[in-house]
T-cell receptor
């Protein structure tokens, strides 16, 4: 079955630098890959979606890449700020009939001033 | 109210209690979901309702009983829970089959503690 791996260790980044988070999957490529942000005690918030045939997607300081050969998506935050500190989740949308997303466990990002 | 709301935000219950979690979405979506989130684990999908019909039940124990009276409301009835059921329970909604993508919108969650 499809599995997702995200770095379980927290990622510490100095303010102003670019933070890069990794999402690896094991089996066949999803139709879409989604990234969410989750703050402590809150539900996840949708950030970006990238399609199978897209290499890169940008939204303000956020950039997502999708490499189906490597079975990997990278999530970048440029000019990082302490307010970007949160847990970031990736989710695979296989776009099949059961409407389920396959979730990673998330990576905690800490931006230090 | 906007988005997805959940009540209560926190719940402490004994193993013999019966309680219910409530979720309401104000986004006009046609699908609603219950997830369980435990520390450092991926979101576990429990139930999916699409147009009020339950389409998924991922081997969830019968001590969890969902109810979806209409496309805006979702309940999770709890009875005789176990301590290992302590977790954050998240409700989400999305629009399915409308040509868009399955982005999900989440409520703030109910932090459940079973004593």
């Amino acid at each position: 079955s499809q599995k997702i791996e995200q770095n379980s260790e927290a990622l510490n980044i100095q303010e102003g630098k670019t933070a890069t988070l990794t999402c690896n999957y094991t089996n066949y490529s999803p139709a879409y890959l989604q990234w969410y942000r989750q703050d402590p005690g809150r539900g996840p918030v949708f950030l970006l979606l990238i399609r199978e045939n897209e290499k890169e997607k940008r939204k303000e300081r956020l950039k997502v890449t999708f490499d189906t050969t490597l079975k990997q998506s990278l999530f970048h935050i440029t000019a990082s700020q302490p307010a970007d500190s949160a847990t970031y989740l990736c989710a695979l949308d296989m776009s099949d009939s059961n409407y389920q997303l396959i979730w990673g466990a998330g990576t905690k990002l800490i931006i230090k001033p | 109210e906007t988005g997805v709301t959940q009540t209560p935000r926190h719940l402490v219950m004994g193993m013999t209690n019966k309680k219910s979690l409530k979720c309401e979405q104000h986004l006009g979506h046609n699908a609603m979901y219950w997830y369980k989130q435990s520390a450092k684990k991926p979101l576990e999908l429990m139930f999916v309702y699409n147009f009020k019909e339950q389409t998924e039940n991922n081997s969830v124990p019968s001590r969890f009983s969902p109810e979806c009276p209409n496309s805006s409301h979702l309940f999770l009835h709890l009875h005789t829970l176990q301590p290992e059921d302590s977790a954050l329970y998240l409700c989400a909604s999305s629009s399915l089959g409308t040509g868009g993508y399955n982005e999900q919108f989440f409520g703030p969650g109910t932090r459940l503690t079973v004593l």
